[in-house]
C-alpha cells in the first residue's frame, strides 16, 4: 500500500504541476495577446490536439494491453508500432501544413497553424513513453517527462509576456519545447526499442516472442483505441473550434480558458486509471478476479465522490478567480466554467468503469458507447451553440458527459460484474493491509 501511494503521489504531484503550469500559460498568454490573437491560438492549438490521437494511433493503449496479457512475448508488437505511429504523424504533419497553406490571406494565422504543428509529433511521443514508463514501473521517470514540456511551455508564454512578443513568436516557442520533447522521448524509449527493458510484474520471458506483427494488423488491433482518444478529445476541444467558427475568435477564447480548467481536472482520473491503474488491470482481468471487482465497487463510487467535491472547488473558485486572473473580459468564462463543472462527477466516474471494460475484453463496446456519447455531443453542440453561444456549447458538454457515464456504468455492471459477490470493506482492508493483490 506505501508503494501505491508512493506513486499515486509522485505522478499527482507531476499531475498538480502540470495543471499549474498549464493554467499558467493560458493567463499570461491571454494578458499578452489581444482576445482575437489569444483565440487564434488557442483555436489552432485545440485543431493540432484533436490530431494527437491519430498520430500515436491508439498505439499507447495497445501496449499496455498487449505487455499486460504476453509478457515479454509482446516486444513483436512494439517496432512495427512505431513504424505504424511514424506514417501517420508524417500524414498529420503534413496534413496540418496544407491547412495552415490555406490562410494565406492571413500570415499570422497561417504562421501558427504550421507552427503547431509539431505538436502533433510530441503529444505522439508523450504518450508512447507513458505506455514504457508503465511498463517499467518507472513512475518517477514518468512524472518528470510529463511535467516538462508544460514547464518549457511557461517559459516561452514568460518570454512573450515580458517582451510584448507576438502570437506567432508563441507559436514558435511552442514548436521549440515539442522538438525537444522528441528528443527526449526518442533517449528515454531506445531500451524499450530494443526490448532488453525489465517489466514490471513480469518474473521473465512466458516464451519465444514469435514473428512480428505485420504494421496492417497493428493498425488492425490499435483502432479501437485511437477511436477512443479522438472520441474523448472530440469532446475536450471540438467546443472551442465550434465556437470560434459560429461566434467567432474572442468567444473562443472564454470558451477555452474554463476547457483548460477542466482540462486540467480531468487529469486525475487519468493519472489514476490511464498512468497507473491500466496496465495492472490488465494483468488482474486475466489472474485476480477479486482485484477487478474492488475496482468496480470502490472505484466507480470512490471517484464518483471526489468529482462532486472538486466539482464544487471549480465552479466556487472560479466565479471570482477568473476575472480576477484574466481581467474583466473574461468574466463571462466563470459563469461558463460552473455550468461546466457539472460534467466533472460523471467524467471522474466514467473513466473508473471505462478502465474496466477496456481491460475486461470488451474495448469495442466501449469504443461504440464512446461513440454514441460523442453523437451526442455534435447533435447538442449543433443545435445549442447558433442559439446559445458559448453556453450552449458548455450544456452540450455536459449532456454529453451524463449520458456517456450511464451507458459505460450500465455496461460494466451487466458484463463484467454480473452476477458476481462484490467484495466488503473488510476484504479490501484485508488486501491493503496484508499485501494480498498481484498489483506490484
Not at 474496466?356 to 454514441?372: D, I, N
Not at 455534435?378 to 449520458?403: D, Q
Request: hydrophobic share 55%.
Amino acid at each position: 500500500m506505501r508503494r501505491v501511494l508512493v506513486h499515486l503521489g509522485m505522478l499527482g504531484l507531476s499531475q498538480v504541476g502540470v495543471t499549474v503550469a498549464a493554467f499558467a500559460t493560458q493567463i499570461l498568454l491571454a494578458r499578452s495577446l489581444p482576445q482575437a490573437a489569444f483565440g487564434t491560438f488557442t483555436a489552432a492549438l485545440a485543431v493540432v490536439s484533436l490530431t494527437a490521437p491519430l498520430a500515436v494511433f491508439g498505439v499507447s493503449e495497445l501496449w499496455l494491453q498487449r505487455f499486460g496479457q504476453e509478457g515479454e512475448r509482446a516486444y513483436r508488437w512494439v517496432r512495427p508500432s512505431l513504424r505504424l505511429v511514424l506514417i501517420a504523424c508524417v500524414v498529420l504533419v503534413a496534413g496540418t501544413l496544407a491547412w495552415s497553406g490555406v490562410e494565406m490571406h492571413d500570415p499570422a494565422e497561417g504562421g501558427v497553424r504550421a507552427l503547431l504543428a509539431t505538436v502533433v509529433v510530441a503529444q505522439a511521443g508523450l504518450a508512447l513513453v507513458a505506455s514504457v514508463q508503465q511498463l517499467r514501473g518507472a513512475y518517477a521517470g514518468l512524472s518528470a517527462l510529463q511535467a516538462a514540456p508544460h514547464l518549457g511551455r511557461v517559459l516561452v508564454v514568460l518570454t512573450v509576456w515580458l517582451f510584448g512578443l507576438s502570437v506567432v513568436a508563441a507559436a514558435a516557442g511552442y514548436a521549440v519545447v515539442a522538438l525537444l520533447t522528441v528528443v527526449a522521448c526518442a533517449v528515454v524509449m531506445r531500451p524499450f526499442v530494443r526490448g532488453d527493458m525489465p517489466l514490471e510484474g513480469h518474473a521473465g520471458a512466458m516464451g519465444p516472442p514469435g514473428p512480428a506483427v505485420p504494421v496492417t494488423g497493428v493498425a488492425r488491433a490499435a483502432t479501437p483505441f485511437v477511436l477512443g482518444n479522438v472520441f474523448y478529445l472530440l469532446g475536450m476541444y471540438l467546443g472551442t473550434v465550434t465556437v470560434a467558427e459560429v461566434r467567432g475568435p474572442e468567444a473562443a477564447a472564454v470558451l477555452s480558458v474554463p476547457m483548460s480548467v477542466l482540462t486540467a481536472v480531468y487529469l486525475v482520473p487519468r493519472v489514476v486509471f490511464q498512468q497507473y491503474f491500466l496496465a495492472k488491470l490488465h494483468r488482474w482481468s486475466q489472474t485476480d478476479r477479486g482485484a477487478i471487482l474492488m475496482a468496480y465497487r470502490y472505484g466507480g463510487t470512490g471517484m464518483f465522490a471526489l468529482g462532486v467535491v472538486i466539482a464544487m472547488l471549480v465552479a466556487l473558485g472560479g466565479m471570482p478567480g477568473l476575472p480576477f486572473l484574466l481581467g474583466p473580459e473574461y468574466r463571462e468564462s466563470a459563469a461558463v466554467l460552473a455550468v461546466l463543472a457539472l460534467a466533472i462527477p460523471f467524467r471522474f466516474a466514467g473513466a473508473a468503469v471505462a478502465s474496466l471494460l477496456t481491460s475486461g475484453g470488451l474495448l469495442r463496446r466501449k469504443v461504440a458507447y464512446q461513440g454514441v456519447g460523442a453523437l451526442v455531443f455534435l447533435v447538442a453542440l449543433a443545435v445549442a451553440t447558433p442559439f446559445w453561444g458559448i453556453m450552449g456549447a458548455a450544456a452540450a458538454t455536459v449532456a454529453a458527459e451524463i449520458v456517456l457515464c450511464v451507458l459505460l456504468w450500465t455496461a460494466v455492471r451487466r458484463r463484467v460484474v454480473g452476477d458476481a459477490d462484490l467484495p466488503s470493506w473488510h476484504d479490501l482492508r484485508q488486501r491493503l493491509t496484508r499485501g494480498a493483490t498481484r498489483a506490484s
